[in-house]
């Protein structure tokens, strides 16, 4: 391995790259589009005048912000035409999340669901000032507009985020025992139990890309997506026979959830949206094999905003 003590410029990005991922990950909802942007903002830095550079943190997250706007908006045509519901590429996660309430929230999937109807730049710019705490002349200059459009970009983008995304002091240890009793409950056909911690309204949202079978609207009541999970331990999956198949308590993006695998593959993850009371109002499915690779890599990531 190389001893980056021996590099001082390697050093100084290796320092920042946990914040580089972190912000590149919230701007683009897949762990390997921000890795590839993290890794183009290492080769800006390598190529940079850097006795020029006063803040190399600012600048640093300045070119990942960049990178990530430039594959955001090259991305949203595809997203346009994807087959079903388009979820974020999970991941999962540890450090600083399962600690700070404010970080797990900022990357749970239901939040970068909404993030995902903002602008390219409303987006950046929302993440930058209210996950990240950038001033909005630091913002202005990483994201190349002027200081008033950024204001104008961070006003709107927190109402936006604020109507589709009600706050509430999140209880962790009360999500992760409703989702060890979902646990049960699925993988045993207990519909009654699984009733009794959905939401009347809950919504299931299943993302197979086109890949696999999924439902291609969202599933939605309680007494609809309990029957759709009471299934799961009486029908083959993706070839997979209910006895072959494991299912995982992990965290996930933040927040308790579950990993399915079979035949030595992740064949689908599972994470939750709570409400105030505890109960589960939205469920999101992701089964598409392109975007289960950081979870079946097993790498772990910390997606804390330090």
Do not use: C
């Not at 683009?28 to 290492?42: M, T």
Request: glycine share 6%.
């Amino acid at each position: 391995m190389t001893d980056l003590s021996a590099h001082p410029d390697q050093q100084v990005f290796h320092e920042h790259r946990r914040l580089l991922f972190s912000v590149a990950y919230r701007l683009l909802g897949s762990a390997a589009d921000a890795e590839d942007a993290v890794q183009d903002a290492w080769i800006k830095w390598s190529a940079a005048d850097r006795s020029q550079v006063a803040a190399p943190k600012a600048y640093l997250t300045r070119i990942v912000s960049n990178l990530a706007l430039e594959r955001l908006r090259s991305a949203r045509h595809q997203r346009e035409t994807y087959v079903g519901p388009w979820l974020p590429e999970p991941i999962l996660t540890g450090g600083d999340a399962s600690e700070a309430i404010t970080d797990a929230e900022s990357v749970s999937m239901a939040m970068l669901v909404v993030l995902e109807t903002l602008s390219p730049l409303e987006r950046a710019v929302f993440v930058l000032k209210e996950v990240f705490g950038f001033g909005h002349a630091e913002i202005a200059e990483a994201v190349e507009r002027s200081e008033a459009a950024v204001r104008q970009a961070a006003h709107r983008a927190r109402e936006h985020v604020r109507a589709r995304r009600p706050r509430f002091t999140a209880d962790p240890s009360r999500q992760r025992e409703a989702t060890e009793r979902f646990l049960t409950a699925a993988t045993g056909g207990d519909v009654n139990a699984l009733m009794d911690l959905l939401s009347p309204n809950v919504t299931l949202w299943t993302d197979g890309g086109g890949k696999v079978r999924q439902a291609l609207l969202p599933v939605v009541g309680a007494a609809t997506v309990a029957t759709w999970f009471a299934a799961l331990g009486t029908v083959a999956y993706q070839g997979i026979e209910p006895a072959d198949m494991r299912a995982e308590l992990v965290e996930i993006n933040g927040g308790p959830g579950m990993v399915f695998s079979g035949h030595e593959r992740v064949i689908a993850t599972i994470t939750f949206d709570f409400d105030a009371d505890g109960r589960m109002t939205a469920i999101h499915n992701v089964a598409n094999p392109d975007k289960l690779q950081a979870v079946a890599d097993g790498t772990t990531y910390d997606i804390g905003t330090q």
